[in-house]
């Protein structure tokens, strides 16, 4: 059974920083690439960060500069380094992979909160 777990999350001052951890388990396929979502309140999910297994990563326009997605590379998982939070960063981070297997998974999210 594929499991994606995320951790990291937490409450943090405006300015502050948090790293998101999403660790998986459960499948030998290799990934092609690891995304980090987020959800607003009674919003769609969106992009925030993708690294595909060639290295390259792709940021959204409002992240760029602030947040770095990385692989660890001691476990089968990413890194979300999030630098210079704001209170609109608040939201739920959800890690989501595409396998080669052309099947994908969510991970269940982790609450990011920022204070002003």
């Known amino acids: 059974q594929v499991q994606l777990v995320e951790s990291g999350g937490g409450l943090v001052q405006a300015g502050g920083s948090l790293t998101l951890s999403c660790e998986v388990s459960g499948t030998t396929y290799s990934i092609n690439a690891w995304t980090w979502y987020r959800q607003f309140p009674e919003k769609p999910r969106e992009v925030v960060a993708t690294?595909?297994?060639?290295?390259?990563?792709t940021y959204a326009d409002s992240v760029k500069g602030r947040f770095t997605i990385s692989r660890d590379g001691a476990r089968r998982a990413v890194r979300l380094q999030m630098n210079g939070l704001k209170p609109e960063d608040t939201a739920v981070y959800y890690c989501?992979?595409?396998?080669?297997?052309?099947?994908?998974?969510w991970g269940r999210g982790t609450q990011v909160t920022v204070s002003s």
């Open positions: 690294l595909t297994r060639t290295g390259l990563t």
């Open positions: 989501f992979i595409d396998q080669s297997s052309r099947r994908t998974y």
